[in-house]
């Protein structure tokens, strides 16, 4: 899932600041985790230790208040109890990420990703662009083509995949639903040639630029098999010291 987390880092300060082009400082000036890293590694958590996704939503939250949440999800975290929101945003996209890592069935995948994403999200687009991303993650990880990635991902969930960057990046605009952000995201995936590209792909469509790369980013990893060293060591000295050891002990755990 670190992969996630370094496309969140690397867009984080593109988001107000759109890009359309690949040319840029990979890591730039003043660069910061958002809320897609703070509710994926409550996630990656909540997965590793057994823990309860909605209760350590709020935790997570109560600890980061300040990440950048959106107002549905900040008003159902500063509730005790709260119903599911029925949001189709992309939220529920950027954190599903470990899923696709932990589990070893395409089956249970689909399955836990639903799980996890329904506490807030439970619009039936929420939950479809969750599936879709952590299958593709699956998928990915699990050596599938990126042929049949985007074949069952297009089949299986009605994705338009038949574009690519250069054609994309030209209309695209800032839009936080999964319909609008997580094609193009596994798009940016399936029209690069290593994980850099794949992250600097999904920066240069502008629009939501950290959730784009964080959703891009987990996939790239998988099929990548991992992301380069220097990349990864950056992203984890720009983490806290308990985001750096759920991360790690996830990695040790859930190994590709």
Known sequence: MIGAIIGDIVGSVYEWHNLKS?????????????????????LADAILNHKDYAS??????????TAG?????RRWANTQNASPYNSYGNGAAMRISPVGFA?????????????????????????????ATAASVFLARTGESKTSIREYVSKT???DLSGNVENIRPWYEFDETCQG???????????????????????SLGGDSDTLACITGGIAEAFYGGVPDWISQRAMSI???EFRMVVSEFKKTYPQ
Request: charged residues 20%.
């Open 157 to 159: 969930f009605g994705y």
């Open 69 to 73: 949440y959106g107002s549905m999800f």
């Open 181 to 203: 952000t997580v094609p193009q995201a596994i798009i940016a995936f399936l029209d690069s040639n290593d994980f850099e590209d794949a992250i600097r792909n999904a920066i």
């Open 103 to 131: 589990f070893s069935t395409l089956e249970t995948v689909l399955e836990k990703a639903k799980h996890y994403t329904e506490v807030t999200h439970n619009h039936p687009e929420g939950i479809k662009g969750a599936q």
């Open 239 to 241: 983490l806290d010291i």
């Open 56 to 65: 350590l939503l709020r935790s997570y939250y109560h600890r980061y208040p």
């Open 22 to 42: 690949k040319k840029f400082d990979f890591f730039g000036s003043n660069c910061f985790f958002t809320d897609d890293t703070v509710l994926t590694v409550a």
